[in-house]
């Protein structure tokens, strides 16, 4: 696992003098007793997962040391994010919500038009407790970006957990697999290699590499166990509405838009339906699947079971990716792109926003504690831990022991470690193509709505497309 490169991040943090109680941007207010001088207690709800609350809760007890007024509650919600919201947004009215919430931008999208989004520029400009010049620079600018693409102007979330999607594969199996005999253009007749599937298009996936590759598995060698529905397949997929807005943003597709401040619904099309067709018959043919299309389970315990030989997940997922009681090398790259399209892959991870109260104390407690769990080197920190996210800051990305963390050589063959140090040094090839749709009332709505539509694209007989679609985009317009 992660225990060798937590080894060499600790030992680091020693000889490079680090704190992990003072670090920049931590410094008290104006006196010892902090910025907030009455008794103030936050709720932070998030569905992190058991690293993650570890480090959450150490934060919680250093930051007391910050602000010894402040009391911050830290709650583990279960569910998915879409549960976490509707928590949110049942608890509304009963006043049981929290002042900090881990929030994908359609959901920070509905906090805003319920009027309970604190708008945060205020707080971050502000001369005395905000970020400096130099800090708000050190934020990957994407993620910044993103907590402002919304339909009210100003900054109305923050990062935390950013991750995206990766083309996991099955090292073991595919470089140096010989498909000449089979295709003699499959790689220019070269044996596969890692250049290759980074290069992958979606054309090529399915004219080309998953027929040769199942060609392969009948006549010359099995390479590929058939699921526990007798039928063999090549490529998984776990999103099925991340892949929709994906293929939309690579092939120059309407998906939504903002205009007039207002969302909408512009994903029904002819080229569209002409996709999803395409994607229809890979499924048929044993090509490809998805999560939808596998009953609601996720394509990584087909991986994992060798059972197909690519998985597309999040990064923030990663340790789904290995079985320590199947382990394979696990190889790391772009998902496919679109033929003569533009190269996108679409942003993940749910940011931080914080909900008001209608008392100054708590949202300001609130700002400076995510500002505290986002410093330099808690930035670092997340980032090595949570198994899969990124570091949010451009400094933690560069610092030594990130740069440790993203070297692979010392990591043991078919382990989690090699594959983490992959992921960690997979952000460099994938950041400059990360993109983010417009967050609006109903975005949630349409992105689930567009979900359902590309699983059903799949199981049904594309003659149901028209209606398939119509239902999507009426049920769509409904939310705005």
Not at 117 to 131: M, Q, R
Not at 176 to 188: R, Y
Request: charged share 20%; with cysteine.
């Amino acid at each position: 696992m992660k225990k060798r490169l937590l080894a060499l991040a600790f030992a680091a943090f020693a000889a490079i003098g680090l704190s992990a109680c003072g670090p920049e941007g931590a410094t008290p207010g104006p006196s010892q007793e902090g910025f907030i001088k009455d008794p103030t207690t936050i709720y932070l709800w998030t569905t992190s997962g058991d690293s993650g609350q570890t480090l959450l809760n150490r934060w919680v007890e250093e930051f007391k040391e910050i602000e010894p007024n402040v009391t911050v509650v830290n709650v583990k919600q279960s569910g998915s994010y879409n549960d976490l919201e509707n928590m949110v947004i049942t608890g509304f009215t009963a006043n049981n919500y929290p002042d900090l919430v881990a929030a994908y931008p359609d959901h920070v999208a509905d906090y805003i038009d319920y009027g309970k989004a604190v708008k945060l520029d205020d707080y971050i400009d502000n001369a005395e407790y905000g970020w400096t010049t130099e800090e708000k620079a050190d934020f990957v600018p994407a993620y910044l970006e993103e907590g402002q693409e919304y339909t009210v102007p100003g900054t109305w979330s923050l990062p935390f957990s950013k991750s995206t999607e990766a083309m996991f594969y099955n090292e073991d199996v595919l470089i140096g697999l010989d498909l000449s005999s089979v295709d003699s253009t499959i790689n220019n007749g070269n044996p596969i290699n890692a250049p290759y599937l980074s290069s992958l298009t979606w054309e090529e996936l399915f004219n080309k590499l998953c027929p040769a590759l199942l060609k392969y598995d009948a006549e010359v060698k099995d390479i590929i166990q058939p699921c526990d529905d007798g039928v063999t397949r090549v490529f998984g997929y776990d999103s099925d509405d991340n892949l929709f807005i994906t293929l939309a943003k690579q092939y120059n597709l309407p998906y939504t838009s903002v205009n007039n401040g207002k969302g909408s619904v512009d994903f029904n099309t002819p080229e569209m339906k002409e996709l999803l067709t395409k994607f229809h018959d890979a499924y048929e043919n044993g090509y490809f699947t998805t999560k939808g299309a596998n009953e609601g389970n996720y394509v990584n315990e087909l991986f994992t079971a060798n059972q197909l030989l690519f998985s597309v997940g999040s990064t923030g997922g990663t340790t789904y990716q290995f079985n320590s009681n199947n382990p394979m090398n696990v190889g790391v790259a772009m998902i496919p792109q679109a033929e003569n399209g533009t190269t996108s892959t679409i942003m993940q991870g749910p940011s931080m926003a914080i909900l008001d109260h209608s008392d100054e104390n708590r949202r300001l407690a609130s700002w400076l504690f995510y500002k505290y769990i986002t410093n330099e080197d808690n930035a670092l920190s997340w980032g090595l831990d949570s198994t899969g996210y990124f570091p949010i800051r451009l400094s933690a990305l560069e610092n030594p022991i990130y740069l440790a963390a993203c070297d692979e050589t010392a990591a043991q063959d078919k382990s989690l470690e090699k594959l983490y140090a992959r992921v960690n040094n997979y952000f460099n090839d994938v950041n400059p193509y990360l993109f983010v749709s417009p967050a609006f009332k109903g975005s949630s709505t349409i992105r689930t709505q567009v979900g359902g539509l590309f699983t059903q694209a799949l199981l049904q007989d594309p003659s149901n497309l028209d209606k398939l679609f119509a239902d999507a985009e009426s049920a769509s317009n409904l939310a705005l």
